[in-house]
C-alpha cells in the first residue's frame, strides 16, 4: 500500500516555477490591454503604439459603418452616400462621346457640370499628334479661380476615375503645340448634368 504523502513529485512543476509563469502571463496580459486592447476600445493610447498600428481608429463612432453624407449646396438635398463597397446617388447616369478639333497653337476646354462627389470615367485620346492637357475644377461664381487635378505635355491619351471634390464645372484643357491639327476624342460616363466645349 502506498501513502499518499510520498508520492513521487518528479516532473510536476515547483510553487517557484508556477508563480513566475503566472507573473509572466500576467504582464503578457496587460501589455497586450495597453497596447491593442485599450486603443482598439476605448481609444486610450499610452503607449502611442495603438495609432501607429490604426487601432486607435476603431474606437471612433462610426467606424463599423463608415457612411458620409455628401450633399449638394445649390441644391440642398442629398446628393450622394458612401456606405462600404456601394456608392449611391440620386444623379442621373450620363455617358456621352466629345469631340474637338485643335489647329495647331489652338486650345480649347470640355467640362462637365458636377456636384460634390458625383463620379465619372473617362478615356480620351488625340488623333493626329500629343496634346498638352490639364484637367482641372471651378466652383460655381468662383471667377477665374480653378483646381488642377492632372497636368500633362506631349501626351496622346489620358483615361481614368474622378470625384468631384465641390460643386462645379471639372474638366479638361487640351492646347495643340503641333504643326497638324489634331482631334481628341473624349469618352465619358458617370453621374454628371451636362458636359461640353467651352
Known amino acids: ?103 495647331p497653337n489652338e486650345g480649347l476646354e470640355v467640362k462637365a457640370i458636377m456636384n460634390t462627389g458625383d463620379r465619372m470615367v473617362f478615356q480620351w485620346d488625340s488623333e493626329g499628334g500629343p496634346v498638352y492637357f490639364d484637367m482641372h475644377g471651378e466652383r460655381f461664381n468662383d471667377g477665374n479661380n480653378f483646381t488642377s487635378y492632372w497636368e500633362g505635355q506631349n501626351q496622346p491619351s489620358g483615361s481614368g476615375t474622378f470625384e468631384a471634390p465641390f460643386d462645379g464645372s471639372h474638366g479638361w484643357y487640351w492646347q495643340n503645340n503641333g504643326e497638324e491639327t489634331v482631334t481628341i476624342v473624349l469618352q465619358s460616363s458617370g453621374f454628371y448634368d451636362s458636359i461640353g466645349k467651352k
Open 1 to 103: 500500500m502506498h501513502n499518499n504523502s510520498n508520492m513521487d513529485r518528479e516532473g510536476l512543476p515547483s510553487t517557484k516555477s508556477l508563480l513566475r509563469a503566472t507573473a509572466i502571463a500576467v504582464l503578457i496580459g496587460l501589455l497586450v490591454l495597453i497596447t491593442t486592447i485599450m486603443p482598439a476600445e476605448y481609444g486610450i493610447d499610452p503607449t502611442g503604439l495603438g495609432e501607429k498600428m490604426g487601432l486607435t481608429l476603431l474606437s471612433q463612432p462610426n467606424s463599423a459603418e463608415p457612411t458620409s453624407p455628401v450633399t449638394s449646396s445649390s441644391a440642398g438635398n442629398q446628393t450622394a452616400l458612401s456606405t462600404g463597397p456601394v456608392w449611391k446617388t440620386s444623379s442621373k447616369l450620363s455617358s456621352d462621346t466629345t469631340t474637338v478639333t485643335l489647329k
